[in-house]
């Protein structure tokens, strides 16, 4: 199972759409998703992002998914690129294989001074 974290803010392209256009990007975003969510893949929820959050990031938009493989993670990916969803967001992604709270918590104890990559065990 994936975890998928998109955060983003709008462009200046995606202020220069009509709201016509803005609403089609959407509509034919859900006719994509559609595939994916009859795969397993389920949207845990959209938000915008708090101002008040402390340590907060740049991004706005927040949304986040729960996918049973890498392939359905690959599968959102080339669905952003193939509707020019970067053209119109500045965007900002996480993604990993979850993990059991334990197993996370052990990798962090464990870490090595001399690691040089967040990919070491």
């Known amino acids: 199972m994936y975890l998928y974290i998109e955060m983003w803010n709008v ?3 995606w202020l220069k759409l009509s709201v016509e256009k803005r609403r089609k990007v959407f509509t034919d975003m859900e006719d ?27 991004y706005r938009y927040i949304t986040v998914w729960k996918m049973p493989s890498k392939d359905e993670v690959k599968m959102l990916e080339e669905n952003l690129e193939s509707v020019g969803w970067y053209k119109y967001f500045s965007q900002a ?8 709270r334990d ?19």
Request: proline share 2%; no cysteine; hydrophobic share 35%.
């Open 11 to 13: 462009t200046r392209e």
């Open 32 to 58: 994509r998703i559609k595939e994916m969510k009859d795969r397993g893949v389920e949207n845990l929820g959209w938000a915008l992002n708090d101002e008040h959050t402390p340590y907060r990031s740049d």
């Open 103 to 121: 197993k996370a918590i052990d990798f962090l104890v464990n870490i090595k001074e001399t690691s040089t990559s967040f990919l070491d065990a």
């Open 93 to 100: 992604n996480s993604r990993g294989e979850m993990l059991a």
